[in-house]
């Protein structure tokens, strides 16, 4: 991969970083001129007043503010929740595995069984399955995740008992070992088949349409003149090169997960980022809603990061040009 | 010009007839579009109780006090055909007007969102050079961001009446449409008729509204139905997770208030399962309609099973 290319996407990558940090700032510190607004009303004294103002980083001219805030914010310290008063990052860190694990579960599963049945329809274009899958796709599509959330949690938690209506673990048990691991799993399963449901639809049609193109191509006559087994030309050929723009696709469609699993943890009560998205909403927690926005970007520009290089490192033709 | 009399060739009265003859044939093959018809037929089912909303369910249904006296949650009945919610108001009135506020924030968010495409589209491939690459990486910016975390600070900073949302919605859905619009730009900006007016004259403003505008409006037409189904799931998006109105609410302000009411576990079917129905129907609509525009329009398409 030469350097320019590299450069060119490091760059881009700090360009996006630094702008969501101005964005942030102007957001939550410029258009919203009262960020306090939740105190007004209440009686403070004037030394109290003082001490909240401090707090949330409010004094000084929005320059000194702005400063500090970007030294903050690199340091990972985000302040307080003007909920709580707990500190934002104390509630992340604490969070933030419970989504790692149903982000990070679902789309594995998503990715490998959406790329499956997108090749295999798209290489038997018109048949059955094809047919089947890609109207299902459009359903699942057409539905909103946290409905299908809600359908599930009626049909296989609520009415039937099968798995918990919510949360990550049974609180009224003390399991540990094994029992502890398949109790998790036992409540992880309803959102994570949400989410998997959800975005299947979004990768095997982007996958279908990927080998709708490779198909005409010349290299894979040549592949069938050399005798080998359809199902051959298929795997061997025809889905490393479909596979190729589906890279950059799949860290877009990354993008969709992490919204859908903050509708799809306050289906289910399930304590990660979601949830506290959905709950700084409620409580117009805006210290908590900032770190959220700057975490999730963050998570996203990275994300295209690695899918451009990756991009960069299996493509020849960007290898080697100066994309 | 004694052919003039002949008939109608005034360059005018040429162009009308021509208009006329390709909007002819464009609703003809709309309508031998079987999946287009169904779509269509859904959608002019859904916009007409949207606009004959408040003839069909008097307003005053949806306000705090309209359940008083009512039973809670109760399942359908002659006087409720679709139960009641979890403080006496009828589903059914909240369903109807609901279509009012779903379609309207999703087809004002289409609007915000094709103005600044197109815009920032056509900017971009026609102008080119150094305002091209700041336009292009102003567009990667919100194609990279998240979707629905910048959707969710920008609604909690400005508000969240109904045009708030629509606009918050616009605002940050309009990247892939600016990137199609300069992609198809940049091609209708090589073809002949656009080096023959320069050559001939004509300002840049002219060759965009007189060429490029025009060979561009059926993909940016396309591109917009296109854009409402996600545009409305958005907006069902954000009033489940709280923003929006209680007391005048969408179809997904009405499946966030069955989410907490508890209608789930008692099984109140009558107050999750419609809304979700709606949302569905409407959105598989209006998909289907702009593919089947998106394949009259460019036949090269019929491989593509849907863009998102």
């Known amino acids: ?35 306090l607004a939740k105190y007004r009303g209440r009686v403070l004294t004037a ?46 860190t604490e969070a933030l595995p419970n989504t790692l694990w149903l982000v990070g579960l679902s789309t594995v599963i998503t990715v490998a069984l959406g790329l499956w049945i997108g090749a295999k329809a798209g290489w038997r274009r018109g048949s059955r399955f094809d047919k089947t899958s890609t109207g299902a796709s459009m359903v699942l599509y057409a539905m909103p995740e946290f409905w299908l959330g809600m359908l599930l949690l009626v049909f296989f938690g609520a009415r039937t008992g099968w798995f918990p209506v919510g949360g990550v ?34 990768y095997s049609l982007i996958m279908r349409s990927s080998i709708l193109e490779t198909v005409r191509e010349d290299y894979l006559t040549v592949a069938r003149a050399k005798g080998l087994r359809d199902d051959e030309v298929m795997r061997r050929h025809a889905v490393p090169n479909a596979l190729l723009p589906s890279v950059s696709l799949i860290a877009i469609g990354f993008g969709f997960v992490v919204g859908g699993a903050i509708t799809t943890e306050t289906v289910f009560s399930y ?15 805006l210290a908590m809603l900032q770190a959220l926005f700057f975490l999730s970007s963050t998570a996203l520009i990275v994300a295209n990061l690695a899918a451009d290089l990756l991009y960069g490192y299996l493509d020849p033709r960007i290898r080697r040009a100066d994309g | 010009m004694t052919i003039a009399t002949a008939g109608p060739s005034s360059p005018r009265q040429l162009a009308w007839a021509r208009r006329r003859r390709s909007a002819a044939r464009f609703s003809r093959q709309l309508l031998s579009d079987r999946a287009g018809v169904a779509g269509l037929a859904v959608l002019v089912f859904f916009v007409v109780v949207a606009l004959a909303a408040p003839l069909l369910v008097s307003a005053s249904e949806l306000s705090a006090t309209a359940g008083r006296g009512n039973p809670d949650l109760a399942p359908p009945s002659a006087e409720f055909p679709l139960g009641t919610d979890e403080i006496g108001r009828s589903v059914l009135a909240q369903l109807i007007w609901g279509a009012r506020i779903s379609l309207f924030i999703g087809v004002v968010a289409t609007l915000v969102a094709v103005v600044i495409g197109s ?17 292009m990486a102003v567009d990667d910016w919100f194609l990279v961001i998240p979707f629905l975390p910048l959707a969710i600070v920008l609604a909690a900073v400005l508000g969240s009446s109904a045009t708030t949302l629509a606009v918050v919605i616009g605002v940050t859905s309009w990247a892939g449409s600016g990137r199609l619009l300069r992609a198809q730009v940049l091609s209708v900006k090589e073809r002949l008729f656009i080096e023959r007016s320069r050559a001939l ?3 840049g403003w002219h060759i965009v509204t007189r060429h490029v505008l025009p060979h561009t409006a059926p993909l940016i037409l396309a591109n917009a139905i296109l854009t409402v189904p996600g545009a409305i799931l958005a907006e069902s998006t954000l009033a489940f997770l709280g923003f929006g109105d209680r007391l005048q609410p969408s179809w997904g302000k009405m499946l966030e208030g069955a989410l907490s009411s508890g209608a789930l576990t008692v099984g109140a079917w009558w107050y999750y399962w419609p809304p979700g129905l709606c949302i569905v129907a409407v959105v598989l609509a209006f998909t289907v309609v702009g593919r089947a525009l998106e394949r009259i329009l460019d036949p090269r398409l019929v491989d593509r099973p849907m863009s998102r």
């Open chain 1, 47 to 92: 030394e109290r007043r003082q001490e909240i103002i401090e707090k949330f980083g409010l004094d000084g001219s929005k320059w000194t503010q702005f400063v500090r805030y970007v030294r903050q914010t690199l340091r990972l310290d985000f302040g307080y929740s003007t909920d709580s008063g707990r500190r934002v990052w104390a509630v992340i």
């Open chain 2, 201 to 203: 004259g004509a300002s």
């Open chain 1, 271 to 285: 304590p990660g980022l979601g949830l506290a998205t959905s709950d700084a909403i409620k409580n117009n927690d």
């Open chain 2, 119 to 135: 815009t920032v589209g056509v900017t971009a491939g026609f102008v080119g050079g150094r305002t091209e690459r700041l336009l």
């Open chain 1, 1 to 35: 991969m030469n350097a320019r290319y590299l450069a060119r996407r490091f760059v881009s990558a700090f360009g996006m970083l630094a702008f969501v940090l101005v964005f942030n700032f102007f957001l939550f510190r410029i258009v919203d001129s009262d960020p």
């Open chain 1, 169 to 202: 673990r049974d609180l009224t048990r003390d399991l540990s070992g094994f029992a502890a691991v398949v109790d998790r799993l036992h409540h992880l399963f309803l959102p994570a088949l949400t989410l998997v449901l959800a975005y299947l639809g979004s």
